[in-house]
Every structure is written in C-alpha cells, then in structure tokens.
C-alpha cells in the first residue's frame, strides 16, 4: 500500500488549496479514503472521509462548508479542495486508507499565514 500526498504549501488567510493523494498498492475503488491532519503538540485528527463510490461524505465540523472532498477511481486519487484557509488550518495533512490496520501516507505541510 502507498499513498502520496501532494498540494500542500503557503498560502494567505482566505486563500485555497487542494490537495491530492495518488493511491496504489490495494483496490482503491473498493476502500474508503479519508484525510487527517496533525499539528505539533497535537494528536492528529479527522478532516474528511468519502465512500469507495464517492457518494457519502463526511466533515470534521470545522471543515464543514469550506473543504470538500472527493475522488476520482479511475486514477486512484482523493483530493481535498480547502477554501476559505484560517490560519488554524495550518498542519500536515494525511490521507489515510481504513484498510486492516490502517495506512497512511507520508504527508503534505499546509500553512497559513500573511
């Protein structure tokens, strides 16, 4: 199993991001796929998760009407689109697949800051 995040970066507050994980290594498109974030100090906690088809969606409420989730099957990717960035969003965001014991990927740094 691998998962890549990418997407992540410095951006202003209000501003947007989105991010993306390429999957491989399990059967995607039978898995749900959810994101989580982690910042220092923190333990890290669930932003999203969206069904194997893509048809349920789950927020953590903080990331309710400003991030949406969604993937694509046929690329095996899950992306986060993130607006309206505050700068408590600022964190390593993880995309996790809830297979087994569970597997993550490496993560991607978001900060926000002017």
């Known amino acids: 199993v691998q998962l890549v995040e990418s997407g992540g970066g410095l951006v202003q507050p209000g501003g947007s991001l989105r991010l993306s994980c390429a999957a491989s290594?399990?059967?995607?498109?039978?898995?749900?796929m959810n994101w989580y974030r982690q910042t220092p100090g923190k333990e890290r906690e669930f932003v999203a998760a969206?069904?194997?088809?893509?048809?349920?969606?789950n927020y953590a409420e903080f990331a309710k009407g400003r991030f949406i989730i969604s993937r694509d099957n046929a690329k095996k990717m899950v992306y986060l689109q993130m607006n309206s960035l505050k700068p408590e969003d600022t964190a390593v965001y993880y995309c996790?697949?809830?297979?087994?014991?569970?597997?993550w990927g490496q993560g991607t740094q978001v900060s926000v800051s002017s």
């Open positions: 996790k697949v809830p297979l087994g014991i569970g597997y």
């Open positions: 290594g399990f059967a995607f498109s039978s898995n749900d």
């Open positions: 969206i069904s194997r088809g893509g048809l349920n969606r």
